[in-house]
C-alpha cells in the first residue's frame, strides 16, 4: 500500500462493499436463473480440463475448466492469513467461465471484507514509499490478475533506466485457448466465446 487506511476509511469501504454486493446480487441472479442465457451459453466453447492444461490456459479459463491453479495459493501478499480458496467450475463451457466470474466478484467482496477486519487499528503509520538508488540485479514475478495469472521480469544495470522488463499478460497466455475454441464452432456462438475469456485487446497488440 502507498499509504495508510485510516479506520474512517476502512468503515467507508464496508459500506460502499455492502452497497455493491446488494446490486451484483440482482445481476447474479439473472445469469443464474434466466433460460435464454443459459440456452445461448451452456455447451458452447467447452474446454477440457486436460486441453485446458495442454494449452497453458489461466485464471477463470483454467478454473472454469475444474484445474486447480491460481497464483494466490502460494500464499504471497497476505492471502496466506485470508480464508481463502479457488473458485473452480467443471463443465468447462461459456456458462461455466461465466459463474466463475461472478462467484470471484463475490469472493472479492468477502476478502476485502476479511482484509479490514484483519487490518491492524490506530491510524499514521509511516509506510516507505519511495525506492532509494538504482537498483542492480534482476526479479521474476508472479501475481493474479482478475483475467488470471500476470509474470514480470525485471533487469536492472544499476542505472535509472531498466535494462530489460518483460510481461506476459492473462490475457496473451489464453489465445490458444480462444483459437482452440473458435475452431469449427457456430459463427453465432464465436463472440460468446470471445467474452468470456474477457480479452484485454490492449495487452494482446503489444
Known amino acids: 500500500m502507498k499509504r495508510d487506511v485510516s479506520d474512517s476509511e476502512l468503515a467507508a469501504i464496508v459500506v460502499k462493499l455492502d452497497e455493491l454486493g446488494t446490486a451484483f446480487d440482482a445481476t447474479a441472479r439473472v445469469f443464474a436463473k434466466d433460460p435464454s442465457i443459459r440456452h445461448r451459453m451452456s455447451g458452447v466453447g467447452v474446454l477440457s480440463a486436460d486441453d485446458a492444461r495442454a494449452v497453458d490456459a489461466v485464471g477463470p479459463m483454467a478454473r472454469a475448466s475444474g484445474v486447480v491453479m491460481d497464483t494466490r495459493l502460494s500464499g504471497t501478499y497476505g492471502y496466506d492469513r485470508l480464508d481463502f480458496e479457488p473458485v473452480i467450475e467443471t463443465a468447462g463451457d461459456c456458462l461455466a467461465r461465466v459463474v466463475v466470474r461472478m462467484r470471484e466478484v463475490t469472493q472479492s467482496i468477502g476478502l476485502v471484507r476479511q482484509a479490514v477486519d484483519k487490518m491492524p487499528k490506530g491510524d499514521g503509520m509511516a509506510l516507505e514509499t519511495k525506492p532509494r538508488g538504482n537498483p542492480t540485479g534482476e526479479v521474476f514475478t508472479r501475481l493474479e490478475q ?61
Do not use: H, Q
Not at 459463427?187 to 484485454?200: E, F, G, S
Open 146 to 206: 482478475p483475467r488470471g495469472e500476470v509474470l514480470y521480469y525485471v533487469k536492472g544495470n544499476g542505472t535509472k533506466n531498466l535494462e530489460r522488463f518483460r510481461a506476459r499478460t492473462p490475457t496473451f497466455a489464453n489465445i490458444p485457448a480462444m483459437i482452440k475454441l473458435v475452431k469449427g464452432c457456430e459463427l453465432a456462438d464465436v463472440p460468446n466465446i470471445i467474452l468470456t475469456i474477457d480479452p484485454c485487446i490492449s495487452c494482446t497488440e503489444r
